[in-house]
Nanobody
């Protein structure tokens, strides 16, 4: 299973950016898929995830109403739409997947060590 994330870059406060994560070796809409981020000097944290079983979405309070996860099954790609970004959103963003869709829950979103498959990360920098 390979996940490749891209789409990061420089964006101004209040702007938008869309990240993409292409999966190979597994269907992206099986199990759980999600986005995590790691700011410089901080631990990796969960941003948002969705699970195949019931399409439910869990997201961190810091991104509620601003970030959205979606899946294009035809392209086997997961997206992270980032709107109204702020300086605290600056981080390396990773996509992740797990065969167990229970990995996408409010509890396991905060436990990145529970997720099995990881992409390489893409840098998002928000400027003022």
């Amino acid at each position: 299973v390979q996940l490749q994330a891209f789409g990061g870059g420089l964006v101004q406060v209040g702007g938008s950016l869309r990240l993409s994560c292409v999966a190979s070796g597994r269907a992206v809409d099986r199990g759980a898929v999600g986005w995590f981020r790691q700011a410089l000097g901080k631990e990796r944290e969960g941003v948002v995830c969705t699970r195949a079983r019931d399409k439910q979405i869990f997201d961190d309070d810091s991104v509620k109403g601003r970030f959205t996860i979606s899946i294009d099954n035809s392209l086997n790609t997961v997206y992270l739409q980032m709107n109204r970004v702020d300086l605290e959103d600056t981080a390396v963003y990773f996509c992740a997947a797990d065969a167990d869709d229970y990995s996408c829950s409010s509890y396991y979103l905060s436990k990145p060590e529970n997720w099995r498959y990881w992409g390489q990360g893409t840098q998002v920098t928000v400027s003022s």
